[in-house]
Every structure is written in C-alpha cells, then in structure tokens.
C-alpha cells in the first residue's frame, strides 16, 4: 500500500518505517514478542501546537487525548489494512498494557527509541523525542507489521539535545535523572499513584495477565486524569522547533 498517500489522507506529519534489524537488542525482543512474525514497526506521529501547552490544565489534557487517539485511530485502521492485504500486523496500545523493566514504566514497544532509530529524531535528556521540526511536541504512534522494510540509508542530523540539563532543572518532583524518568516521580501520575501505593502498582504492573485485564478501562481513566505539569518538555531550548521560528 501507498503510505505516503494513507498518512497524508489521515492528516499525520511524520512518518517513517524501520526494520527490526535496525533496532537496538531490546527494542527488538520487545518488538518480536510483540508480534512474533514481525519485520518492520511503521511509526509516524502528530505535533501538539505550542498554544495546547499555554492552556488550562483541563483543555490541554483534553486537546492532547483528541490528538492521541486520533492517532490511535489511525494504527488501527492501518493495521486492518495491511491485513486485508494477508500482511500480519498490530497497533501498539495506547494505553494499557505496558511492561516494567529496568525499574521503569515502558510501553510494550518503545515507540520514542523505535522513532530515533528510524531516523524521526533523537532522545534528548528530559527522554522525550526531539524533532527538528516539531521539537519535542510530538505525539507518537506506531505498527508493528511483517512486512520488510525497504532498504533506507539516514543520513546523520545535527544534534538536536544540547544537554543543558533545563529539563531536569524544570521538574518539581526530580523526576529526570541519569537512568530516565521515574514515571512515579511525575507530578502528573503522582496524582494518581501517591507514593503509599506504588509497591502495590509495580507488583500488578509485573503481571502481565492482569494489566491486559484492565486496559479496557484504561480510555475511560485517561478521560478523567489531568495533565498537571509539561515542564519536561516546554523548559527545552527546542520546544518550538523551527516550527515556531520567527
């Protein structure tokens, strides 16, 4: 199928698709047991605009759900395509389940680092993607599909993270350090998981079975939350990306 064609009718503003092979060791397990057959994860995304960051807490929660599963929507309905074309493919959730490892929250495939190995950008300390275009307002989606990908030659990029350190800076919680974010430190989730029930919270996110059980009720939960802190992303010198130059 023409890509470029399906990602333009769907209003995206980045794509791109890159090989298992290409993928760093973990991404690569996380990716085949994912999807056993798997060859390729397409990963393509939407910019958040500067001015959803300058909203209420409410709105800004609001207007980023609508252009997350939106995005969700898309991987769904391309992930049924490649189907119907006998191409073995699945969306990565948006919600639930995730995975726990290394002591942190991870989604089932990865899809920032997958993103910067297919070239869309680089992780940059606060370990969000930064673009070149779109800084690190860039909300992700992706399908793991087995289908080769063609053979593709990236070419090196300036470095976008300067490492200020701004984004660690920014954080009232501490929640970036030299390992990556301890999710449970975010003053967003804290809302939700205080401190006092964490143990609790990793021990049920280290049991598979049971985190699939929930993810039905995972939309509904997110339609309640509030994203209470952005600091993370919009103390970055690149927050507005040469989008928002002059």
């Known amino acids: 199928m023409d890509l470029a064609t399906f ?30 057959a798997a060859r390729s994860v397409i990963i393509f ?8 960051y300058r909203m209420g807490q409410k ?3 609001r207007e980023m759900l609508r252009i997350a599963e939106g ?21 990565v959730p948006l919600y639930l389940p995730v995975r726990f490892a290394g002591g942190r ?20 300390r606060n370990t969000v993607l930064l673009t070149h275009r779109f800084g690190p ?8 599909t087995a289908e080769p990908a063609p053979e593709s ?6 470095p976008l993270c300067t490492g200020c350190g701004d984004c660690i800076r920014a954080c009232p919680e501490g929640a970036i350090g030299p390992d990556g974010v301890d999710a449970f430190r975010c003053r967003t989730v804290r809302a ?7 143990p609790a919270v990793t021990w049920l996110l280290r049991r598979q079975a049971l985190v699939g059980s929930l993810a039905p009720l995972a939309p509904w939960i997110a339609k309640t939350a509030t994203i209470r802190c952005s600091r993370c992303v919009t103390e970055c010198p690149r927050f507005a990306g040469d989008e928002g130059k002059g």
Do not use: M, N
Not at 8 to 28: N, T, Y
């Open 71 to 91: 995005l969700d929507e898309t991987a769904v309905r391309l992930a049924d395509r490649l189907k119907a074309d006998d191409i073995p493919a699945r969306p």
């Open 153 to 158: 030659r990236t070419t090196a990029a300036a």
């Open 45 to 52: 995304g939407k910019e958040v605009p500067v001015a959803v």
């Open 105 to 124: 929250v991870q989604g089932v495939v990865r899809l920032k680092s997958i993103a910067a190995a297919a070239g869309v950008g680089e992780i940059g």
């Open 137 to 144: 307002r860039l909300l992700l989606a992706g399908v793991v």
């Open 59 to 61: 709105e800004k929660t």
């Open 7 to 36: 990602f333009e009718d769907a209003e995206v503003d980045v794509f791109a698709r890159v090989g298992i092979d290409d993928l760093a060791d973990a991404d690569r397990a996380a990716v085949l047991q994912f999807l056993p």
């Open 192 to 198: 939700w998981v205080p401190p006092p029930v964490v």
